[in-house]
């Protein structure tokens, strides 16, 4: 357990081409944010979802929430919410529409994390950088807080690609998949029937 470490499920996007809440969809017998809300438990000393007001009615009542605060956008909205309310905090961030995501693959993040790099990312071999399957480090989130203010730059990715950061490999490069439409969740529902 990292005390300083916290986990984020970033849930608060607009889900515009999947047509319902990515976040309260099923792939392990409840809703989304839910799995990878505990999943992330197993590792973090604290975590939040991070949600817009419109999907506050349907959290369950028990967990804790960050409310996006719309000082930017696209997902460093979420994550910068959650800096800004716990500023000294380190943050495992997780989107929620990472079906294939699993304890095996956060425990690895976590053990490879280097508190010296700007954050401990998953890559793929090609060089691609998963910024919502990541540990940002509390100095990182400060720098990307003034920055995008400063230049009005709200890309997670390049901001990543900037920094120094560190690459972790997954045992499969599946559990960075991300599904977005319908037709990505019917093959990722069959697909999670092989996937171990």
């Not at 960050?66 to 930017?72: H, L, S, T």
């Not at 919410?81 to 989107?95: N, R, Y």
């Amino acid at each position: 357990m990292n005390s300083d470490l916290y986990g984020l499920v970033l849930c608060g996007g607009e889900s515009s081409r999947m047509t319902r809440d990515k976040a309260f969809i099923q792939y392990h017998k409840k809703p989304q944010y839910l799995h990878i809300y505990y999943l992330l438990k197993q590792v973090c000393k604290k975590v939040f979802v991070s949600m817009n007001l419109a999907q506050i009615s349907q959290l369950v009542s028990h967990i804790p929430c960050i409310v996006d605060e719309n000082n930017a956008k696209g997902p460093f909205n979420g994550i910068l919410s959650a800096h800004v309310k716990f500023p000294e905090a380190s943050w495992f961030i997780l989107a929620c529409d990472l079906p294939f995501i699993d304890q095996f693959h956060i425990n690895q993040l976590v053990n490879k994390r280097d508190l010296k790099k700007a954050a401990t990312a998953y890559c793929s071999q090609d060089g691609k950088i998963a910024p919502l399957i990541a540990i940002w480090e509390s100095g990182t989130l400060l720098k990307a807080n003034e920055k995008i203010f400063s230049s009005n730059n709200f890309g997670v990715i390049n901001f990543l690609q900037k920094e120094d950061i560190k690459c972790v490999y997954p045992k499969d490069e599946k559990t960075m998949t991300n599904v977005n439409t319908l037709d990505q969740y019917s093959v990722a529902k069959r697909a999670l029937q092989d996937f171990s």
